[in-house]
């Protein structure tokens, strides 16, 4: 943390926001903030340069003519990949997942080229388009309760060697791959296809960014029943048959 004040990065929200995603970012702020936390929020948008100072950074989903544009403006700054390299966090939502992975295909059925920060491939599904709740269980070395989540996207993302599983679903597609996976992690940069926003149904995510920004094992506890009511009621709704 620089100047005693966490800084958050919330990645284009011009080009990437569906389905909520922007509350990922008030979220993540809150949260620090209950926990007596200087948080200096910093909304980039896709005409200006990524600062490479950010102690978390939020990438949202998007359709996909701008997620083409957010891959070709993230590639020619190059600011994501210098702060993932000296080590942020990164936690990115479907279009912002493909965008962290080596490639996926792009508005005009071509490959385009991601960050290369996940080991990840994403690919067009020739399946129906996932929709829907999603229920998972988080891979267990993170410690987290069950995944809650929306999904909607036609991306299909395998996980190459060096990715692990975020999470693998009970109910819902995930990657997509037929093989349960949800998500992908790799010590900081994680991404997910769960929107909702997935930081409001799941605030212990939310929290796992915090304390691997602060480098501490635990945080101050918070009165978390709103976010434990809209957890119920998303987790119910997930095992309903549609
Ligand atoms: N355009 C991508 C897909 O359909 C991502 C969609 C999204 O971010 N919701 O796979």
């Not at 994403?122 to 987290?144: F, I, K, W």
């Not at 790799?186 to 149904?201: I, K, S």
């Not at 009165?223 to 119910?236: F, S």
Request: hydrophobic letters at 35%; charged letters at 25%.
């Amino acid at each position: 943390m620089s100047d005693n004040s966490l800084r958050v990065v919330w990645v284009y929200p011009d080009l990437l926001s569906t389905y909520g995603d922007q509350g990922n970012v008030l979220v993540v702020e809150r949260r620090a903030r209950q926990r007596g936390l200087d948080v200096a929020r910093l909304d980039v948008r896709s005409d200006q340069p990524i600062p490479t100072s950010g102690d978390i950074y939020l990438i949202g989903g998007g359709e996909d003519r701008p997620q083409r544009l957010a891959a070709e403006r993230l590639r020619r700054d190059g600011g994501l990949n210098r702060a993932a390299e000296n080590g942020a966090i990164l936690f990115s939502v479907c279009a912002g997942y493909q965008i962290l992975g080596h490639e996926f295909i792009n508005d005009l059925g071509q490959r385009e080229p991601g960050l290369g920060l996940l080991d990840v491939v994403s690919v067009r599904g020739e399946g129906q388009r996932c929709v829907g709740d999603v229920l998972g269980d988080v891979d267990a070395r993170l410690g987290l309760p069950p995944l809650t989540g929306f999904e909607n996207h036609q991306g299909v993302t395998h996980l190459g060697p060096t990715a692990r599983a975020f999470a693998q679903v009970r109910f819902g597609n995930g990657n997509g791959t037929g093989d349960g996976t949800e998500g992908a992690y790799n010590d900081t940069v994680f991404g997910t296809y769960m929107h909702g926003p997935v930081l409001a149904r799941n605030p212990q995510i939310a929290d796992l960014l915090l304390k691997l920004a602060l480098d501490v094992n635990a945080l101050p506890p918070t009165d978390d029943r709103w976010y434990e009511a809209l957890r119920n009621e998303r987790i119910a709704a997930a095992q309903q048959p549609a």
